[in-house]
């Protein structure tokens, strides 16, 4: 692992066959801790460089606080956790300027929203007023405190959970705001092998640790990388042409908008990128699609008592809509 990062720091990174290892890497450290969410991790792992945010949907226990934590460790970003409730305020999250009487001045206390990854459980707990706080952070990476914008460190995603079979004392996201993550992930149980697994491990406490295998100055370096992939005219046709469909489908109330495109673009090129690849194909825009469609598509009422999902419309539009030649 060592070999690998000397060299691709060498290198400026820039050899994909480098980056494909050095991603093989990031995620193979998490799963030492976390058994059965390869996909997951790598889902993570395409929204940071594509300068996302994710959703978690699933119910407690499932890990998802412990992946976060890994995966910022891996990357020797910081991490921190919150636990959004009814009472909590926007100003626990962005932080306030307080009153020195010594020297009659203010200053500023920041809040744990100045991190690299912040993890929020429960994130439909909180009232509107608080979910908004994480608006212009999540779309800008700024926040204003006082009138005083300040930007936050770089990179920077929050990864939100919630629990789909809670509904008493929650506030449910508006749908403008659930636009603005990238990804919307369901987190399942895991299998009969995996949870037992999982016991073996914590019976003979051999879940570890992680290591470190990038500095956060390098996963900027592959960030960048990730903005130079080259995406063919065709792909992007194929992208606007997929997103076009959703909107006209008789089935659907709501479609894509310009920042679903925008979403497919972007992350479409780290999916590139993690395979090693300088270039994207259609391939990468249809593993995506359900990742980033499934939370902005709206069904109809009428389509919707026949039990018809988002996912099923998503299968549908990559099975019609054609690839450019």
Do not use: W
């Not at 065709?234 to 992208?239: F, G, L, M, R, T």
């Not at 076009?244 to 920042?259: D, F, N, V, W, Y």
């Amino acid at each position: 692992m060592v070999d690998i990062q000397a060299k691709a720091i060498e290198q400026e990174l820039y050899d994909m066959g480098v980056f494909k290892s050095l991603s093989t890497c990031i995620t193979g450290e998490v799963k030492k801790v976390i058994v059965g969410k390869d996909t997951l991790i790598q889902d993570i792992l395409i929204a940071l460089l594509s300068e996302g945010n994710i959703m978690l949907d699933g119910v407690p226990g499932l890990a998802k606080t412990s992946i976060a934590k890994a995966f910022a460790a891996t990357l020797d970003l910081d991490f921190k956790r919150l636990q959004f409730v009814p009472d909590i305020l926007p100003s626990d999250i962005t932080g306030t300027y307080v009153y020195n009487q010594n020297d009659s001045s203010f200053s500023l206390k920041k809040g744990p929203i100045f991190t690299n990854i912040l993890l929020v459980d429960e994130v439909n707990r909180a009232s509107p007023k608080t979910q908004s706080s994480l608006l212009e952070a999540m779309e800008e990476k700024q926040v204003s405190i006082d009138g005083t914008t300040m930007p936050l460190p770089y990179p920077f995603m929050v990864i939100t959970t919630q629990n789909p079979i809670d509904i008493i004392g929650t506030f449910p996201l508006p749908e403008a705001q659930i636009d603005r993550f990238m990804f919307k992930l369901n987190v399942d149980y895991p299998t009969p092998e995996e949870e037992l697994d999982i016991l073996k491990a914590k019976n003979e406490n051999a879940c570890g640790a992680v290591e470190r295998v990038l500095a956060a100055d390098d996963v900027v370096n592959l960030i960048n990388i990730v903005r130079q992939v080259h995406v063919d005219d065709k792909v992007i046709e194929y992208i606007r042409d997929l997103i076009l469909a959703s909107r006209s489908h008789e089935k659907i109330l709501l479609g894509g908008s310009p920042r679903a495109s925008i979403a497919l673009l972007k992350a479409s090129k780290a999916v590139a990128a993690i395979d090693g690849r300088d270039y994207v194909i259609p391939d990468d825009i249809k593993y995506l699609a359900p990742r980033i469609l499934n939370h902005r598509l709206i069904i109809k009422p009428e389509y919707e008592f026949e039990n018809i999902t988002t996912f099923d419309i998503i299968e549908e539009l990559l099975n019609t809509v054609k690839i450019p030649a």
